[in-house]
C-alpha cells in the first residue's frame, strides 16, 4: 500500500511537473502578438501646405511639413510639460519661454532636450500620425 501511494505521488509530481513545463514552453515557442497600431491623428495630405502645420490640440501633436515631406512633433515642452505653440518660424512654450525650430530642436532653454518626434503614414491622400 505504501508503495502505491508513493508511486502514485510520484507520478501525479512528474505530471504537473511536465504540464507546467509544457505550458512555459509554448509561452516561450509562440510568437508575441505585434504592437496594435494607434492612430493618433489623421488629415488630407492637402490640408497640410508645404512649410505649414496642423495643430492636434486635445492630442498635443503636431502635423508638420516641410520640402521633403511631413512629420510630426510632440507639443509637450521636454522641460516641464506645457503644451507648445506653433507659429511660423518656431515652436515656443508659453511657460518658461523654451523656443524650438521646426524640426523640434532646442533653440534656447530652459528645456534642454528636442520634442519628440511621432511616427507618420502617409497612405495616398491621407496622413496619419502613429503611435
Ligand atoms: S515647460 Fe516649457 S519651458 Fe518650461
Not at 35 to 47: G, H, I, P
Not at 97 to 104: A, C, E, H, L, Y
Not at 105 to 113: E, F, H, I, Q
Request: hydrophobic content about 40%; charged content about 25%; aromatic content about 6%.
Amino acid at each position: 500500500m505504501e508503495k502505491f501511494s508513493q508511486s502514485r505521488r510520484k507520478f501525479i509530481t512528474t505530471l504537473t511537473m511536465l504540464l507546467a513545463s509544457g505550458g512555459l514552453l509554448v509561452r516561450y515557442l509562440t510568437p508575441r502578438r505585434a504592437v496594435k497600431r494607434q492612430v493618433l491623428a489623421s488629415a488630407a495630405r492637402a490640408d497640410v501646405p508645404i512649410n505649414g502645420a496642423l495643430v492636434f490640440r486635445n492630442e498635443r501633436l503636431a502635423l508638420l511639413r516641410d520640402a521633403h515631406g511631413f512629420y510630426a512633433l510632440s507639443l509637450v515642452c521636454t522641460h516641464l510639460g506645457c503644451t507648445v505653440t506653433v507659429t511660423e518660424d518656431v515652436l515656443s512654450c508659453p511657460c518658461h519661454g523654451s523656443r524650438f525650430d521646426r524640426q523640434g530642436r532646442v533653440l534656447s532653454g530652459p528645456a534642454d532636450r528636442s520634442l519628440a518626434r511621432m511616427d507618420v503614414e502617409v497612405l495616398g491622400e491621407r496622413i496619419e500620425v502613429v503611435g
